[in-house]
């Protein structure tokens, strides 16, 4: 399968021993410059989904099918490995192993499933959590869902802000007894929440947003962090430039004397155009 070497590196870099920053990844573009780089995993955030696709915070808008057709442009765009954040599976443990499929045939190197209650709950500001139990259900519908043994499947758990650490362990553990490839973490907020986490499971574990005190990758590693993210930069970043280009383009400002644009060659780059004409003279008899 096309996309079993994409898996096969994940699979990889969660059981080698270092950690890696993977790059934020949400479109064609953005995909093609993270593997340009040398980034050796795309993080496909939820949040940057919703903004992508949308324009939406990240408050579960956004649909399965819209989620995976993004996926499946960056899988075409690129071959980048890229770990997918599934939410909650888009519903219960039905959904959730059919969101797997999805996500499979999208070309997703790996996903999470998150036991968040989601969407938010009426009445409810703060994040709450679904039953352990649940929880359980819905790693083994992912799993059950899986074709190609080679997705890697992550339980993800942000019990550590919500309920506490020892919540956030008791379901790690419970989720480790299912089968999944690695626990993914939001909310620890110290060396020694992580270091409780890491004493009581053994899976490799991949950190979402982690204070300062977090940020040493070789002491990460160390405690069996695999992957650490590192926010979505860059998409923050693409929603500044083009505020100021439109910016001083509706001020008059002349298109060439506008700042921050990129040069012809990378834009050339970025577009793959090089392939484009070599198929271009092979395919239509065009001259270079
Ligand atoms: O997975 C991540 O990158 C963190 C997250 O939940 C999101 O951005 O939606
Ligand atoms: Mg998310």
Known sequence: MAFRSRREKLRSIISGPTCVHPGSVYDAISIRIAEDLGFPLGMFGGSVASLAVLGDPDVTLITL???????????????????????HGYGNALNVRRTVQELETAGAAGLTIEDTLLPAAFGEAKAQLISLEEGVGKMKAALDGRGDPSLVIMGRTGAAS???????????????????????????KSRAELEAIAGATRLPIVLGGAPDELNAIDYLAGQRVRIALQGHAPIAAAIQAVYEVQRALREGTPPKALKGLPSAELT??????????????DLLGLKQ
Not at 75 to 85: E, K, W
Not at 182 to 187: D, Q, S
């Open 65 to 87: 099918t819209e989620l995976a057709e993004q996926m499946r442009r960056m899988s075409r765009a690129a071959g980048l490995p890229v770990l997918v954040d599934a939410d």
């Open 162 to 188: 919500i309920t506490s650490v020892e919540d956030a362990i008791r379901r790690a553990r419970a989720y480790e007894a299912t089968g999944v490839d690695a626990l993914f973490f939001t909310g620890i």
């Open 268 to 281: 050339s780059r970025v577009m793959r155009e090089a392939d484009v004409k070599v198929r271009s003279a």
